[in-house]
């Protein structure tokens, strides 16, 4: 199984995580890291380390973080390895639930590119839609 | 508005400037002055990545910066620029080499060991890095504590009263 890593600003991760398994059920192989203002960036590359080693069951590393250029992006950035650890960006929801389906039978860069491209697919203007609808 | 942000910040280019000073300042460059990032294709163009299209993103080593130029006084160019450093040791060199500010943001320095007075959430100083900056107060230099443009602004020299008074 690939595993998942959820780096984010602040809680969110946390939160997003806490949130797809109020609607998935609990998420297998997936923790995440918390970036905050009191802590050092080796300090929290020190827990990246700890968190990639864990999520690593031999097929590669997923991490999913919120903000490019932002220091939960850079810190995984440095993270980076071909065929061992991947970084996606713009961490959301979908990407989340869809995750435990996905990576399933996938290599880690296939599902990587699966789940950026899902996550920007499920992004909807609602109005856009409806009027659409009506027109159809 | 001042035309120009001089900042220490241990992250560099993030979130913060981003998504924050970038458009308060409605900033059209980025210096990032620092000795490892310059000249580092895959930091560089992580950087460059970030950062929005149309601003310009430049990368410098400290002496190089330096020499290069003075751009507070480019009088000719109404650009709002963002110069970075990445701790204060490296906007003292600057300094020593020649590069002139009348105003410091000090937005992160993290905690480490030696860095025994915190002033707010994000700056932890050591003994040597608060005369550092004292030494610029007393030369005219404005230093101020500021995470991102909606804090309020801190008073370095204020704010190492008050320590000194706990």
Same mark, same amino acid.
């Given at each position: 199984?690939?595993?998942?890593?959820?780096?984010?600003?602040? =809680?969110?991760?946390?939160?997003?995580?806490?949130?797809?398994?109020?609607?998935?059920?609990?998420?297998?192989?997936?923790?995440? *890291?918390?970036?905050?203002?009191?802590?050092?960036?080796?300090?929290? %590359?020190? !827990?990246?380390?700890?968190?990639?080693?864990?999520?690593?069951?031999?097929?590669? *590393?997923?991490?999913?973080?919120?903000?490019?250029?932002?220091?939960?992006? =850079?810190?995984?950035?440095?993270?980076?390895?071909?065929? %061992?650890?991947?970084?996606?960006?713009?961490?959301?929801?979908?990407?989340?639930? %869809?995750?435990?389906?996905?990576?399933?039978?996938?290599?880690?860069?296939?599902?990587?590119?699966?789940?950026?491209?899902?996550?920007? %697919? =499920?992004?909807?203007?609602?109005?856009?839609?409806? =009027?659409?609808?009506? !027109?159809? | 508005?001042?035309?120009?942000? @001089?900042?220490?910040?241990? $992250? &560099?280019?993030?979130?913060?400037?981003?998504?924050?000073?970038?458009?308060?300042?409605?900033?059209?460059?980025?210096?990032?002055?620092?000795?490892? @990032?310059?000249? +580092?294709?895959? $930091?560089?163009? #992580?950087?460059?990545?970030?950062?929005?299209?149309?601003?310009? @993103? @430049?990368?410098?080593?400290?002496?190089?910066?330096?020499?290069?130029?003075?751009?507070?006084?480019?009088?000719?160019?109404? $650009?709002?620029?963002?110069? &970075?450093?990445? /701790?204060?040791?490296?906007?003292?060199?600057?300094?020593?080499?020649?590069?002139?500010?009348?105003?410091?943001?000090?937005?992160?320095?993290?905690?480490?060991?030696?860095?025994?007075?915190?002033?707010?959430?994000? #700056?932890?100083?050591?003994?040597?890095?608060?005369?550092?900056?004292?030494? &610029?107060? $007393? &030369?005219?230099?404005?230093?101020?504590?500021? /995470?991102?443009?909606?804090?309020?602004?801190? /008073?370095?020299? +204020?704010?190492?009263?008050?320590?000194?008074?706990?």
């Amino acid at each position: 199984m690939i595993g998942v890593v959820v780096v984010t600003h602040g =809680n969110l991760g946390r939160e997003l995580i806490r949130a797809a398994e109020l609607i998935k059920g609990d998420l297998k192989g997936v923790a995440h *890291v918390s970036v905050d203002a009191t802590r050092g960036v080796e300090d929290l %590359k020190k !827990e990246m380390t700890t968190a990639i080693k864990k999520a690593d069951k031999g097929e590669g *590393v997923l991490i999913l973080t919120d903000l490019f250029g932002g220091t939960p992006s =850079n810190i995984s950035l440095s993270f980076l390895k071909k065929d %061992k650890v991947e970084v996606v960006t713009g961490v959301n929801l979908p990407m989340l639930l %869809k995750m435990p389906d996905a990576r399933a039978g996938m290599t880690l860069a296939e599902f990587a590119d699966f789940i950026a491209e899902y996550g920007r %697919k =499920n992004i909807y203007l609602a109005s856009a839609i409806l =009027n659409r609808k009506t !027109e159809n | 508005m001042k035309r120009s942000l @001089v900042r220490v910040d241990n $992250r &560099l280019v993030h979130g913060q400037i981003l998504e924050s000073w970038i458009p308060f300042l409605h900033a059209s460059c980025i210096v990032v002055v620092n000795n490892e @990032v310059a000249g +580092d294709v895959f $930091r560089e163009s #992580v950087i460059r990545m970030a950062v929005p299209r149309g601003i310009e @993103v @430049v990368f410098c080593g400290i002496d190089d910066f330096a020499q290069w130029q003075n751009p507070e006084k480019e009088s000719d160019n109404h $650009r709002h620029t963002i110069i &970075l450093f990445e /701790s204060i040791e490296d906007v003292i060199r600057a300094y020593r080499l020649g590069f002139r500010f009348e105003d410091l943001n000090v937005g992160n320095v993290q905690n480490n060991v030696g860095r025994t007075r915190k002033i707010g959430t994000r #700056v932890h100083l050591s003994d040597s890095e608060i005369e550092d900056l004292m030494m &610029l107060v $007393r &030369l005219g230099v404005d230093v101020e504590i500021r /995470s991102v443009p909606r804090d309020r602004p801190v /008073s370095f020299a +204020d704010a190492v009263g008050n320590t000194r008074g706990d």
